[in-house]
């Protein structure tokens, strides 16, 4: 497995942006393809990004779609979201979650970072 650990959460007004940050350790990076997740209070985790090990394939959910942007940097282990035009609905504990490259699943999660948008 990777260790993973999100930061760049924290409170922004609406329409405002915020950017998460993803560090791996401990397996080569580029082995693995992203995403990144998000739970809102009472509600269950949701899909919000993903991209490949080389970066060069992403996708979103429809909610974020043309507001969020998910990149990474193998050289820096790192995998990245930028969140523009947020929406108070965005507000949520967010996860970074590596998959192996040959696997189905996401194995690896890191704790979380909170995204808390106010009207």
């Known amino acids: 497995q990777v260790q993973l650990v999100e930061s760049g959460g924290g409170l922004v007004q609406a329409g405002g942006s915020l950017r998460l940050s993803c560090a791996a350790s401990g397996r080569t990076f580029s082995s693995y393809a992203m995403g990144w997740f998000r739970r809102a209070p009472g509600k269950e985790r949701e899909f919000v990004a993903r991209i490949n090990w080389s970066g060069g394939v992403t996708s979103y959910a429809d909610s974020v779609k043309g507001r969020f942007t998910i990149s990474r940097n193998n050289a820096k282990n790192t995998v990245y979201l930028q969140m523009n035009s947020l929406k108070p609905e965005d507000t949520a504990v967010y996860y970074c979650?590596?998959?192996?490259?040959?696997?189905?699943?996401?194995?690896?999660w890191g704790q979380g970072t909170q995204v808390t948008v106010s009207s």
């Open positions: 979650a590596a998959r192996l490259v040959d696997s189905t699943a996401y194995d690896s």
